[in-house]
């Protein structure tokens, strides 16, 4: 039998990856066959999230990478300025200021669900708004939204750890990201010529980053703004309808959500594990020496799941006093978008659970995205008996 890791990397292990995460927290340090390590204990995840000795920079000589590919200093002084415009301290108020438009856009889709009795909830709700909200944050014209699903799809799925189909990987992303950066760059173009108050005009106004860095960070954003954000509310509403007694509890008591969605970000998080990092020097962690130049990769899934962690780990649970999960990563890297996700999950998942009359499963378990990074339904068909009112 092939070793838990190399199963979760298979599209069979797409499913229900969490039995395979249970193995390998068996063993806190794993060593691949490629020379991977591969961490999925809580402590010793959280420990090299901190760990300045432990690198994400990608050594591309093709491309200036974004600042989630960069260590400090470089990260620290482009995520700065990135945050500037996005949140606090300099816009406290930006992603709050959202809501009404945020509500205003997941009405009108839930709306659209009305006079039917099936919908893919992927396409039709979890998709549009997440994708409409940084879209209208970073100033790209809405006639050209489409354009980035197919684009994010092929990018996505050439995140998978480990050294097998790397190269043919590594020319899909080139070929993928070199589409983001072209339109990207037109738009900056775009933006120099005519400003909005958009992020990316607030960058160009600011004049401390260069063009490639504008790009490389409009291309970040719009990818990560959008992509875990769909599959934190696919699985969340997948999660809510294998548990009905848990729906039921949101539907009575709407305040439910909030820790609802961090119970989420636990149980089934979007990004199950974090694959492009690199030991600087020799490290040893859990007894293990991890070799300076080793790749690592860092299981969150399996972390947030630790029973050395969390009690009770397997059952999703409302009433968890401290939820201290990994859905969002940590240290100099933790997810620069986490307050716009958890707002836009909290929005669509109200709404779903509010307005769906008796909403079942079509099938169980739904279609997978093949990618084993980031973790979530191809398409989540749901029936229902109706829509309430707004």
């Not at 039917?116 to 944050?137: K, N, Q």
């Not at 009690?311 to 620069?336: I, K």
Request: hydrophobic residues 40%.
């Amino acid at each position: 039998m092939s070793c838990p890791f190399q199963r979760l990397l298979e599209p069979s292990g797409r499913p229900d990856p969490y039995p395979m995460f249970a193995e390998l927290r068996s063993t806190p340090v794993a060593r691949q066959d490629d020379g991977t390590y591969v961490v999925s204990t809580y402590q010793e995840i959280v420990a090299l999230l901190h760990d300045p000795r432990v690198s994400s920079r990608r050594r591309d000589p093709d491309r200036v990478p974004a600042f989630i590919a960069l260590d400090p200093p470089e990260h620290d002084r482009l995520r700065r300025l990135a945050m500037r415009h996005f949140g606090p301290p300099h816009s406290p108020g930006r992603i709050d200021a959202l809501r009404p438009e945020m509500l205003a856009v997941t009405t009108g889709l839930v709306d659209a669900l009305a006079g039917r009795r099936r919908a893919d909830l992927v396409e039709e709700v979890a998709y549009p708004l997440p994708v409409t909200m940084i879209c209208r944050l970073l100033g790209v014209p809405r006639e050209d939204e489409g354009r980035f699903h197919a684009w994010a799809d092929e990018l996505i799925e050439t995140l998978a750890p480990g050294e097998q189909h790397r190269a043919e990987r590594e020319r899909a992303r080139l070929e993928v990201t070199a589409k983001f950066d072209g339109y990207l760059s037109d738009l900056v173009d775009a933006r120099r010529r005519e400003p909005g108050d958009d992020l990316l005009s607030g960058l160009i106004a600011d004049g401390e980053m260069t063009r490639d860095d504008i790009v490389r960070t409009g291309v970040l954003l719009l990818i990560a703004g959008h992509e875990t954000t769909i599959n934190l509310i696919a699985n969340g509403m997948l999660t809510f309808l294998r548990h009905p007694e848990i729906l039921a509890r949101v539907q009575a008591d709407p305040g439910l959500i909030v820790p609802a969605v961090e119970e989420l970000l636990r149980f089934e998080p979007p990004v199950q594990m974090l694959p492009m990092r690199t030991a600087l020097e020799d490290l040893t962690i859990a007894g293990v020496v991890i070799p300076a130049g080793s790749p690592i990769v860092l299981a969150l899934a399996a972390g947030s799941r630790d029973p050395a962690h969390v009690p009770d780990p397997d059952r999703f649970s409302l009433d968890r006093p401290r939820n201290e999960h990994l859905g969002f990563g940590g240290g100099v890297h933790y997810c620069f978008g986490a307050p716009l996700a958890r707002l836009e999950a909290q929005i669509v998942l109200t709404e779903l659970v509010r307005r769906l009359i008796g909403p079942r499963l079509v099938s169980d378990p739904p279609p997978y995205r093949p990618s084993p990074v980031l973790r979530g339904p191809r398409h989540l068909w749901v029936e229902y008996d109706g829509v309430a009112r707004p």
